[in-house]
């Protein structure tokens, strides 16, 4: 079977949620999904590596798509900001996870015809 | 364990590789894998549903990051032109699968912590 007659847009992906398939977007909300009680600003930082000013920008972003929320309270007379993934968040977050999970299988596919690919074990436990 | 207890970075994502990890990128590579002998520029075309435009500009990038090969011929009085993916390609490409693979696992195990979460059954089959 050619590549066309195996159907147009095979490798299209379209499901790649633009929001979400950036690398700091995807660290900050895989973190919010282990945390649903929601993650203070500077370990949300820390997890994923970014700084004050990149992780305020990215998060800007989820908020503004509607997938997180952001409470800011005072805590110990000191201001604290709390981010917590919303449920639109989590379920366009499992609907991006699904695809990631069609990429992986299509790559075990395909290095499976490849001749040249070392071996490719797939999903191996970590 | 605190979320700062636990590590920096766990979700820090370092390795998603800023050139593969571009929707239209990753199905370009991902296509050439499944086709080692390479493909012609109408066939991945297709495949990633992507415009002439849009296509050359990825390509572009890949050549110049040392991803993939580009062979331009005459066939049957037509141009031609061939992708393939090189081997440094390959080697980046499972390199960033890898991480990908750590995402979905961290997704699942992320999820399971989420009692708000729907059943998610991670790696299902397709």
Sequence with gaps: MSAAERGDGQYAYEGLDRVI?????????????????????????????????????????LLEAGLVEVVKSFEHNRPQTVCKITSEGRARYLDYLAVLE??????????????????????APA
């Design 21 to 61: 398939h950036e690398r700091a977007r995807l660290g900050v909300l895989t973190s919010l999904v282990a945390h649903p009680k929601g993650l203070v600003f500077g370990d949300l930082r820390r997890l994923c590596q970014l700084t004050d000013g990149n992780l305020s920008r990215h998060l800007q972003v």
């Design 102 to 123: 069609q990429v992986v299988r299509d790559a075990a596919a395909a290095m499976q015809s490849d001749p040249a690919a070392p071996p490719f074990t797939g999903l």
